[in-house]
C-alpha cells in the first residue's frame, strides 16, 4: 500500500538570538518565549517530527518509515528566525563528523524575509593560511577577513560542510541540510548563557575542519549528492511529480491542498515513496525537497 501525504509537526528551539516571527507571521504555537527555529522536517535524535494527522497520527517520522520498510530521511527542513547575529560557525564533513557520531553538514538557506541592510557571513573574503585564522579567532579580529553578503529576498546560499558562516540579524530563512547536529562556534559577540557564562567556543575543532579559501561564487546552488530543493508558485490545480520518491513541500505563502492535506503558510507536508504525481490545488509559494 503506498501511504498518502500527510502534515508533519515541528519541533521548536529557543537559542538566545532567536525572535517572535514565526509565531506572529506563520502561525507556530509554542509556550516558548522565542522560537529560533522550527524543525520542520527531521528525524534527527535532538528533535524528531512528529505526524499531524491521518492513519499514522502521532507517531514520529522515523517510527513511520521504519513500519514501512523505508530508509530514515537523511535530510533536516528548518525555518529559522534570526532576530539577533547567529555566532560565526562552521560544521564539519561526513567523515570528520563521524568521530563524534553524528553526520556531517552541508546546507542550503533561502531568504525567505530581511530586514533592509542585512547581511550575512560567508566565509573569508581571501585567502588566510590556518594559523592567521587561529590568531585571528585569539585576537578577536575574524570579523576583518570574513565575507559579508548583503541578502535579498528569494536568494539561495550553497553552504559545503568547512564553510565558516553566519546568518546576521534581522534574516528568516528556510535552511535545507544533512540531517545533523554539528556545530563547532568560533566567535559569538561576547554572549552568554542564562546563568551568564560565556557559551562554548569549539576553536580547535573548526581550525580543523574549516576550509581558508573563499568561497567560490555564485554561491546559489540548489542541488547536491544530499538533496534537491526548489521553488514553486501554484495557481488553481496542478501534478506535483515526485518521481516516486518521498518529498517535503513547506508552505511559504498561502494555502495549498497537497494530496488531501490542507496546508497553510509555515506548514510541511511529506508524500511517502511510493507515488508518481500528487495533485497540488490552491495559491501558495512553496519549497519542495527531495533526496
Known amino acids: 500500500m503506498i501511504c498518502p501525504p500527510f502534515k508533519l509537526s515541528p519541533v521548536f528551539k529557543d537559542y538566545i538570538w532567536g525572535g517572535d516571527r514565526l509565531k506572529t507571521d506563520y502561525g507556530k504555537n509554542s509556550e516558548l518565549s522565542r522560537i529560533a527555529e522550527s524543525w520542520e522536517l527531521s528525524c ?15 507517531k514520529t517520522l522515523t517510527e513511520f518509515l521504519k513500519d514501512q520498510k523505508q530508509p530514515p530521511v537523511s535530510v533536516l ?11 560565526i560557525q562552521v560544521h564539519p564533513n561526513d567523515e570528520y563528523a563521524k568521530k563524534e557520531g553524528d553526520n556531517g553538514k552541508t546546507e542550503m538557506w ?5 530586514e533592509p541592510g542585512a547581511e550575512l557571513i560567508y566565509g573569508f573574503n581571501c585567502n588566510i593560511t590556518r594559523e592567521e585564522f587561529k590568531a585571528r579567532v585569539v585576537n578577536g579580529t575574524l570579523l ?8 535579498k529576498k528569494g536568494d539561495v546560499f ?16 528556510a535552511e535545507v541540510q544533512q540531517s545533523s547536529n554539528l556545530t563547532y562556534r568560533v566567535y559569538d559577540y561576547g ?11 569549539h576553536i580547535e575543532k573548526a581550525l580543523e575542519v574549516t576550509e581558508t579559501a573563499p568561497p567560490l561564487k555564485p554561491y546559489d546552488r540548489t542541488e547536491c549528492e544530499y538533496f534537491r530543493f526548489e521553488t514553486l508558485e501554484t495557481k488553481g490545480e496542478s501534478l506535483y511529480d515526485t518521481k516516486g520518491l518521498w518529498s ?16 497553510k503558510k509555515g506548514e510541511t ?15 501558495g509559494k512553496l519549497i519542495t525537497v527531495h533526496e
Do not use: Q, W
Open 248 to 263: 517535503a513541500v513547506l508552505v511559504l505563502d498561502g494555502e495549498v491542498k497537497l494530496g488531501g492535506v490542507v496546508l
Open 77 to 87: 527542513i528548518k525555518l529559522i528566525d534570526a532576530a539577533d547575529n547567529l555566532s
Open 158 to 173: 550553497f553552504i559545503p560542510a568547512g564553510t565558516l558562516h553566519a546568518i546576521g540579524k534581522g534574516i528568516l530563512i
Open 144 to 151: 576583518d577577513v570574513m565575507n559579508r553578503v548583503k541578502v
Open 269 to 283: 507536508g511529506f508524500v511517502p515513496a511510493g507515488h508518481d504525481k500528487i495533485c497540488l490545488k490552491g495559491c
Open 110 to 114: 533561502y531568504i525567505i524575509e530581511h
Open 191 to 201: 554572549r552568554t548563557d542564562a546563568d551568564g557564562n560565556p557559551r562554548d567556543l
Open 44 to 58: 534527527h535524535p535532538d528533535g524528531e517530527s512528529v505526524i499531524a494527522d491521518g492513519e499514522f497520527k502521532g
